[in-house]
């Protein structure tokens, strides 16, 4: 609300964009900015969770469950950061301004980082549960269902987005594959399902 809202220029460097550099007189630009630095920083630290150590003797050890947890936690905040800036930030910004907004920032991107965010969360639990052996097989296909979901939603809302090769087109595949990635395990889970009926049939 302040008279200087649209006074100050703006500059934030691009990663998916053509353009190098985005610069905009708008504080709602900055602001929007700032929630998708924190939350590619929030994603970043996730990754970092679930890359297993290198030991002394130079042997990779697993990567501990107490990290894997953390990093569902720290995926659902970046989540959180980009369900901020399409909800709370992007409508204040006006139709001509959110036209200037580099591919980085467009309502295709943060909606497929948004997806994609909650889809990992979500691979680590499954992966959680699919370990436990406290952990239903009806656990199992509803997390195996709900990644699908999100993944999907991620793979529509950035399909049709122009991205050049590079970064932008990285993204596009790392999600399409995560897609196909979460299709396949929500088979096995089904599969799994299926034949836990059909022993529980014979045994009757």
Not at 10 to 21: I, L, P, R, T
Not at 22 to 27: G, M
Not at 103 to 132: F, N, P, R, W
Request: net charge negative; aromatic share 6%.
């Amino acid at each position: 609300g302040s008279e200087l809202e649209d006074k100050i220029q703006f500059a934030w460097m691009n990663q998916e964009d053509d353009a190098e550099e985005t610069a905009l007189p708008s504080a709602w630009y900055e602001v929007l900015s700032v929630l998708h630095m924190m939350a590619m920083l929030r994603l970043s630290q996730a990754n970092s969770l679930l890359l297993p150590k290198t030991s002394l003797e130079g042997y990779h050890t697993k990567v501990s469950e107490e990290n894997k947890r953390a990093s569902v936690e720290v995926f659902l905040k970046a989540a959180g950061h980009l369900e901020c800036a399409m909800h709370q930030v992007l409508p204040r910004m006006s139709p001509e301004k959110r036209k200037g907004l580099p591919v980085d920032l467009s309502e295709g991107v943060l909606k497929a980082t948004c997806m994609q965010a909650l889809g990992q969360a979500i691979d680590v639990q499954l992966g959680l549960a699919i370990d436990s052996p406290k952990a239903t097989l009806a656990v199992k296909r509803r997390l195996a269902c709900e990644m699908v979901k999100c993944w999907q939603q991620a793979h529509e809302s950035i399909a049709d987005i122009p991205l050049l090769d590079g970064w932008g087109e990285k993204h596009r595949l790392f999600v399409k594959w995560k897609h196909m990635e979460a299709k396949v395990y929500m088979q096995q889970a089904l599969f799994m399902s299926l034949n836990s009926e059909t022993i529980k049939m014979t045994e009757f």
